[in-house]
């Protein structure tokens, strides 16, 4: 195998693990974030969940609002 593409391999290796460990590293800072502050994690699920139901109760009617309610609920916990 040729220097450069030996190179090339390894710093695709290199990216990759740097990549892996940089996604672990954020996770566990929310995961932190979390622990640390419970009530902010209550309060999501708090408004997830009116949402939810809101969307529920109104399903029959208006099919589309419930699901424009759902998407809104899916979106809390990535703020």
Same mark, same amino acid.
Request: net charge positive.
């Given at each position: +195998? /040729?220097?450069? =593409? @030996?190179?090339? #391999? $390894?710093? $695709?290796? %290199? %990216? #990759?693990?740097? #990549?892996?460990?940089? $996604?672990?590293?954020? =996770? ?9 502050? /419970? %009530?902010?994690?209550?309060? =999501?699920? =708090?408004? +997830? @969940? $009116?949402?939810?139901? &809101?969307?529920? &109760?109104?399903?029959?009617?208006? /099919?589309? @609002?419930?699901?424009?309610? &759902?998407?809104?609920?899916? &979106?809390? %916990?990535? @703020?």
């Amino acid at each position: +195998m /040729p220097t450069l =593409e @030996r190179s090339s #391999g $390894a710093s $695709a290796f %290199g %990216g #990759g693990l740097a #990549g892996a460990l940089k $996604a672990f590293a954020e =996770e566990a800072s929310v995961l932190v974030q979390a622990l640390l502050s /419970p %009530g902010k994690v209550i309060d =999501e699920v =708090e408004q +997830m @969940r $009116a949402l939810q139901v &809101r969307a529920n &109760r109104i399903e029959a009617s208006d /099919p589309l @609002r419930a699901d424009v309610l &759902r998407w809104h609920a899916s &979106r809390i %916990g990535l @703020r």
